[in-house]
């Protein structure tokens, strides 16, 4: 039986990753510090879970050594471009220094494959609309360049050790499990004013559209990069649809009881106005595709 580590698998994306291993009959190691990670995402479930921080060298070989995974869904970072802005350096010691622990790892007990959790902003405002993964990248953010720092990793580990990886560029996730507070996504913030009747705050006229991809085609995304015969390749995740702000509070207006319209506040200074990802390279490259359209996935969200 083939075992995968999940980093970061009490959180919202990994716990939904955990989910899919486990689905296919794997064993499951997940480990997470739950700063953000949240117990009750993998409580009940047949896995081995070890409650560490991955900038903890030692903890994690032991972890290594106990496990010997055959892949790793490396997940585990500092996801918030507020937060990275105010402290570079946890930001850093977070997404890259815990990256080259787990790769040296990966070296060290002859890992088959990371898969690696990477993000739009690494595209900064974007080259055209949709990005594709050979656009110019330029990280508007610490956050961004942290992760865009460990792509570069990833492919240096890959030529000089054999490392083999493939790494994800997501595009906005959303779905069930995902938190509202700190730097959450549009959709879980709506979502949690649509069920306390709050106010629900645009951020200028509302027409910036964005990417969303339901989390459950996410955690697919990861276990066909990980477990199909793809290596050392860069693919955007994502719908290649788009939708404004206002369009899909309408959306979420529309399957929920919620009946106040939307109060329009001040632009957001250096927002990004359009972003979509390409994702036909993961298309035709693996036997992935999105199962959810937007939709679908906010009937399903919205019901829980």
Partial sequence: MKKVLVTGGAGFIGSHVVDRFLESNYE???????VTGNIENISGKNIKFFNIDIRDSVKLEELFSAEKPDYVIHLAAQVSVSSSVEDTVYDAEENIMSLINILELCKKYNTEKIVFSSTAAVYGIPEEVPSKESNKTAPLSPYGL????GEEYIKMYSGLFGVNYVILRYANVYGPRQSAHGEAGVVSIFNDKIK?????FIEGDGLQTRDFVFVKDVSKANFICATENIKNETFNVSTNTDISILELFNTMKKY????????????????????RLDNTKLLDSTSWKPEYTLDQGLKEYLAK
């Fill in 28 to 34: 499951v190691a997940a480990a997470d510090n739950l």
């Fill in 146 to 149: 942290s992760k865009l720092t």
């Fill in 256 to 275: 929920s009881e919620y009946t106040k319209d939307a109060v329009h506040k001040e632009a957001r200074k250096g927002d990004i106005r359009n972003s």
């Fill in 196 to 200: 306390a009747d709050g106010d629900i």
